[in-house]
């Protein structure tokens, strides 16, 4: 028989609870050590499910650690999304779409359980001074009231943050539905809360003149300065924006700087465990604070390597690509010594059949592009070098993939890591005598 809805809840908080249980007893994917070094923490990127991240988060001593945690997960919307590219050779060009992440679930249960057993992980990670800023909407929104008030205690519940903002289509027989709901819960009542100011136009935009009211004038007319209320109007990130990545659900750097801003110190962690193009991650680490984040998706891994190119030097990445989907094709290359030193050199690459056949790519368009750009489905690079931990040296990006790179020296090993538009991985390990031969990988 169907559970109510309250049935349903309290079904899915009993069970996330024993899952919970279950999780902390287990042993973390990631070798766990401590994650402060010398010069402090720095930031940590994973790549993979968030529960893996969390974990190993508290199993190397983060427990009651991060002052602000804000998440965008996934809606329930029953959709997928995607990123879209145009690739172009010389006289050639391809649009290509490829599946970033499924927003599809076999029912509301399996999502809320999804998602409760992860506010419960993230409720220890915060700190006594630390805020969740829980980014849903109308949807599920009156779910995760409840399921917030259980974990965190109602009287946590600090607001209901309504982001609204203009977006194409309108409703016909119903209002429009142009906001997102942002619940905000506080870990205890020594939270961190730094007041914001908003302007407050003045009626007629003329000078009230008050006693003891400061007032400022701009373009639109005179204002005084209040404190932020609860309704923001933020502009969605437009087709023309500066800052858009091309990754679909990415949100607004405003809105992310206006809650870093509000919950946390310069010597805070902030921390996104949904982090789809990074927009936490570059808003954090623009304000000085430190970050921790995760997302499960390629596309995600590749968009934010691109994000935060230089604020990123010096982070700590952690990824486990064994449960990304997209498979990596074949890829030719040749390994040679020169007088300076191992050079790595890659001749050609060509994506399985079937991611591209899914997209409906003409075969022949296919093959004039590959001849014209032999690598123009590489969509990043990055070279890593191992001693006792991985470290990135360098990193490449498309248009600008080289077809030799330079592996440098002092390292036991050095990894090149190969990220295909579609999201697909593979490494090439070079050792210390690696070297002088031909390579052939192959889906
Ligand atoms: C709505 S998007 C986040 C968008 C982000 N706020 C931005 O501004 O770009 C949700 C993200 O959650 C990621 N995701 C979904 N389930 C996940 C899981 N179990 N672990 C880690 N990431 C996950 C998806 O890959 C997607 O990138």
Redesign the pocket.
């Known amino acids: 028989m169907a559970l109510n809805k309250f049935e349903l809840l309290d079904k899915t908080i009993k069970d996330s609870e024993k899952e919970v249980d279950q999780l902390l007893k287990c042993k973390t994917f990631f070798e766990a050590e401590s994650l402060v070094k010398g010069d402090g923490l720095r930031s940590i990127l994973y790549f993979c499910?968030?529960?893996k991240a969390m974990l190993q988060l508290l199993d190397s001593g983060m427990e009651g650690k991060i002052d602000l945690v804000y998440i965008?997960?996934?809606f329930n919307t029953r959709s997928s999304y995607n990123k879209k590219l145009r690739l172009k050779s010389r006289s050639h060009s391809l649009d290509i779409s490829s599946e970033?992440?499924n927003d599809n679930w076999k029912n509301l249960g399996e999502y809320l359980q999804?998602m409760t057993i992860r506010l419960m992980l993230i409720h220890r990670l915060l700190s006594e001074k630390g805020t969740l800023y829980l980014h849903v909407d109308y949807r599920t929104s009156h779910y995760f009231r409840l399921i917030l008030d259980h974990i965190f205690g109602e009287y946590r519940f600090l607001n209901e943050v309504i982001w609204a903002y203009k977006s194409g289509g309108t409703g016909r027989r119903s209002f429009s539905k142009k906001h997102d709901n942002i619940l905000v819960y506080t870990k205890t009542d020594k939270y961190i809360f730094n007041p914001q100011k908003e302007k407050s136009y003045n009626r007629g935009f003329a000078p009230y003149r008050f006693k003891n009211v400061e007032e400022f004038k701009d373009e639109i007319g005179w204002h005084t300065l209040v404190n932020l209320r609860d309704v923001w109007n933020i502009d969605m990130v437009g087709r023309t924006s500066s800052e858009r990545a091309g990754?679909e659900?990415?949100?607004p750097l405003a809105l992310l700087r206006r809650i870093i801003q509000t919950s946390s110190n310069e010597d805070s962690i902030v921390a996104?465990?949904?982090?789809?193009?990074?927009?936490?991650a570059k808003a954090a680490m623009e304000s000085g604070r430190k970050f921790i984040g995760?997302?499960?998706?390629t596309i995600?891994y590749v968009t934010v390597s691109k994000r935060l190119k230089d604020d990123n030097l010096g982070s700590r990445i952690f990824a486990d690509f064994n449960q990304i989907t997209a498979t990596p094709g074949k890829l030719t290359y040749r390994i040679l010594k020169n007088g300076e030193g191992i050079v790595l050199y890659l001749q050609e690459y060509i994506p399985p059949r079937d991611e591209l056949y899914s997209g409906k790519v003409d075969p022949e368009k296919l093959s004039s592009l590959v001849e014209e750009s032999p690598l123009i489905f590489l969509d990043y690079i990055t070279v890593i070098g191992v001693n006792s931990e991985r470290m990135i040296l360098s990193e490449y990006f498309m248009p600008d993939i080289p077809q030799q790179i330079m592996i440098p020296d002092g390292y036991k090993k050095v990894i090149v890591q190969l990220v295909d538009v579609f999201g697909a991985v593979q490494e090439i390990a070079i050792g210390g005598d690696s070297i002088e031969q031909d390579g052939r990988t192959e889906a």
Not at 272 to 280: A, E, N, Q, V, Y
Not at 294 to 297: H, I, N, P, W
């Open positions: 499910d968030n529960i965008d997960p996934p970033t992440y999804m990754y659900t990415q949100k996104d465990f949904f982090l789809g193009s990074g927009t936490t995760s997302d499960s998706s995600s």
